[in-house]
C-alpha cells in the first residue's frame, strides 16, 4: 500500500483551513429585523482587516498539491495501463462526488425547512448562495485537473517556462483590463485559467523534479517583489479576496497578485519543507491532519452551511457578538474568533454525516482496496 506523503497532505491541509477560516472571518450573517440573516462582510468596514486575507487565501497551495499529486497519480495509472480519458473520468468523479451530494442535499432540505418556518427565506436563499459562491473554486479545479495529460506534455515541453508562461498571460489581460486603454471588465476572466493553472504547472514540474531549494527561493523573492510592486506602485486593491462594493477585485476575476501569492506561498512552504515535516511527525499533529484531508471535500461543501446553522440559532436567541451584529468594529472579528470552536464543531458534526458521499466503499470491498480509495 502506498503511504501517504505528509508534506503534501500538510500543504493541503493548510490550504483548507485557510479557506474554511478566512470565509468564517469575512463572512457576517447580520439579523434582520424581518427575522432572517443577510451577508455582509467586515472587509467592507474595517480596511485594516484586509492584509489578513493574504494569510488566509491559501488556495495556491491547494492547486499546487493539485498539480503534483494529479501527476504522480496520472504517471501510476499510465504505468499500471490505464488510459488518459479513465484516469480523468476516474478523478472529476472523486471531486464531484461530494460536491453533488451536499447539492442534492440541500435542494431537498431547504425548502421544506422554509415552509415549515425553521428558516425564513432571506435564509433560506443567503444559504444556497454561501453554499454556490465557492463552487467556483471547484469548477475551475475540475476543468484544470481534465488538462492534466496536456499540462504533464507541455512541463515536458517547456518545464518551468510554462509556469513563467502562465503568470505573463494574467499580466497581459491585466494590462488589458487596467492599463491606458481599459477593455471592457468581462476581458478579465480571460485570467481565470492561466491565473490558476501557475500553481497547479508548478505542482507538475515540482513532481517531474523541476523545483529545487534554488527555484523555490526565486519563488519566494520574485513573487514578494510583483506582490509589493502591484500593491505599493500600481496600486491593486490590498485584499486578495473581494469587497462588497469595490470597484476592482483580485480574485474575481482574478489578477496578477493571485499567481504573486501562489509563488510566494510555494516558495515559504518548499524552504521550510523539513521543518513542517517534523512538525508533522508529531503524532496529535498528524492525526488531525489525516482526518481533515480524508474528509476535505465534505469540509469545503459544508463550512458555510455550518456558519449559517450556528448564526440562525444565535439570531433566535437575540443578537450575540460575532453572530448577528454588523461587523464593523474589531469587537465583532475578536468575538467571530472566539466562535471558531462551536463553528468546527458543528461542521465536524455534518461532516460525520456526510462524509459517506466523499469516500463510498461497497459492503464487499476488502478493507486494503477501501483505505487505497481513500488515499489521495
Known sequence: MRQRDR????????????????????????????????IDSPLRHLEWLQPATWFLQMLGLFFLVGGYTSAQGLRRARAAGETDTGWVRRRLWRIGRPVLAATVILAVALPPLRMLGVIGAGTAWNTAVLFVQPLWFMAVYAVITALTPRLLRLDRHAGLRAVLAFAAAVAVVDLLRF???????????????????????LGIAWSAGRVDRRVAAGLLVGGLTVFVVLIAVLDYPVSIVSVPGAVRSNSNPPSLLVPALAAIQAGAALLLRDR???????PRVWAAVTVLNLSAMSVFCWH??????????????????????????????????????????????????????EHPVPAALPRAAAIREQNI
Open 7 to 38: 508534506f503534501i497532505d500538510g500543504l493541503r491541509a493548510l490550504a483548507i483551513l485557510g479557506v474554511v477560516g478566512g470565509h468564517w472571518l469575512v463572512g457576517a450573517l447580520v439579523a434582520t429585523p424581518a427575522g432572517d440573516l443577510r
Open 179 to 201: 492599463g491606458p486603454a481599459a477593455e471592457p471588465a468581462a476581458v478579465g476572466y480571460l485570467s481565470v485559467l492561466p491565473a490558476w493553472c501557475f500553481a497547479y504547472q
Open 276 to 282: 513542517i515535516e517534523r512538525f508533522l511527525h508529531r
Open 304 to 357: 458555510h452551511v455550518a456558519l449559517v446553522g450556528v448564526s440562525e440559532l444565535a439570531r433566535r436567541l437575540g443578537t450575540l457578538p460575532g453572530l448577528g451584529d454588523v461587523p464593523a468594529d474589531a469587537g465583532w472579528v475578536l468575538s467571530r474568533l472566539a466562535w471558531y470552536p462551536v463553528l468546527a464543531l458543528v461542521l465536524a458534526g455534518i461532516v460525520a454525516l456526510v462524509r459517506r458521499y
